[in-house]
C-alpha cells in the first residue's frame, strides 16, 4: 500500500466521520475511495462498516447534551435499528445486491421530502397529537427504523437522511434533538453489521482499511459534532437534502 493510499483512505475516513455526525452519507465518500484503490465492492463495504464506529461513537458523544432527557426513547428505538441492522448485514452476505439496491435512490427520494416537509408535517402532528406520540405513531416510528438498520447494514449510505427524515415527521422534537438520536441508531447499526460480518465471514474483513477508516473517522466524528450543533436548523436541514440529492445521483449512476 502506498502513502498516497494511505493518506487518501485516512482523509476519506475524516469527511466520512463529519459527514455521518452531522447528517450521514459519509459512506459515499469512503466506498468510492475504496473502490478507485481496487478493493472488492463486498470487502469494502464490510470494512468500511468496522471503520466507521470509531467515528460513530464520537459523534454521538459529542451529541451528548441534547440527548440528555432523551434516554428511555433511545431505549425503545434501539431494538429496532438493532434487528434491522441484523436483517442487512444478512442480506449483504446471502443475496445479490441487485436484489436491495433497487429500491435504495427511492428510499432517499422519499426521506429528502420527508425532511423538506417535515417542520410543516410535524406542526400538523403536533397540533392533533399534542406532544405525546400516539401508539400509530410509534408502530410508525419503529417499523420506519427497522427499514432503515436494514438499509444500514447492507450499505449505509444516507442512513442518516432516512432516519432524520421520518423522525422529523413522527417525533415532537427539534432538529438537533433528531440529529443526536440519528446519531446513536447510525452507531448501533454500524456496529451491529460489523459483528455480524465479523461471526459470518470474517475473511470479507480488511484490517489495514479497518484501522485507516477508524483513525479517520474517529477524529471526523468529533469535527462534526461541533459543525452539526452549531448549524442553525435551517442550513443543516439544506445539507442534508444535498448530501441526499447527491447520493442518488451517485447510486443511479454506478
Keep these: 500500500m502506498s502513502l498516497l493510499e494511505v493518506v487518501a483512505i485516512i482523509l476519506a475516513g475524516l469527511a466520512a466521520g463529519t459527514i455521518n455526525t452531522i447528517v450521514g452519507s459519509g ?11 481496487g478493493y472488492p465492492p463486498v470487502s469494502a463495504n464490510i470494512s468500511n462498516s468496522l471503520g ?25 428505538l434501539a431494538p429496532a435499528s438493532f434487528l434491522g441492522s441484523v436483517i442487512g448485514a444478512l442480506l449483504l452476505l446471502w443475496l445479490p445486491p441487485e436484489a436491495f439496491e433497487a429500491i435504495v435512490p ?3 427520494a422519499l426521506a429528502l421530502l420527508l425532511v423538506i416537509f ?5 406542526k400538523w402532528a403536533t397540533r392533533h397529537h399534542a406532544d405525546h406520540i400516539t401508539p400509530l405513531r410509534w408502530g410508525m416510528l419503529l417499523l420506519g ?10 450499505f449505509g449510505a444516507a442512513q442518516g437522511v432516512l432516519l432524520l427524515g421520518l423522525m422529523s415527521i413522527l417525533l415532537p422534537l427539534g432538529i438537533q434533538q ?12 454500524n456496529f451491529v453489521a460489523a459483528m455480524v460480518f465479523l461471526i ?13 477508516i477508524s483513525i479517520g473517522s474517529l477524529l471526523g466524528g468529533v469535527i462534526g459534532a461541533k459543525v452539526g450543533r452549531a448549524m442553525p436548523p435551517w442550513l443543516l436541514r439544506s445539507v442534508i437534502v ?6 442518488i445521483v451517485y447510486l443511479l449512476v454506478t
Excluded: C
Design 118 to 122: 417535515g417542520p410543516r408535517l410535524s
Design 178 to 189: 433528531i440529529n443526536g438520536i440519528k446519531n446513536v441508531l447510525g452507531m448501533i447499526v
Design 145 to 154: 427504523i427497522l427499514v432503515a438498520g436494514m438499509y444500514g447494514g447492507y
Design 200 to 212: 459470518v465471514d470474517p475473511a470479507q474483513v480488511n484490517w489495514t482499511i479497518v484501522l485507516l
Design 106 to 108: 427511492i428510499l432517499i
Design 242 to 247: 444535498v448530501i441526499g440529492v447527491v447520493a
Design 52 to 76: 466507521l464506529v470509531p467515528g460513530g461513537i464520537t459523534g454521538a458523544w459529542g451529541y451528548r447534551h441534547e440527548l440528555k432527557a432523551l434516554g428511555p426513547m433511545l431505549k425503545k
Design 27 to 37: 459512506t459515499l465518500v469512503t466506498f468510492p475511495t475504496l473502490l478507485f484503490f
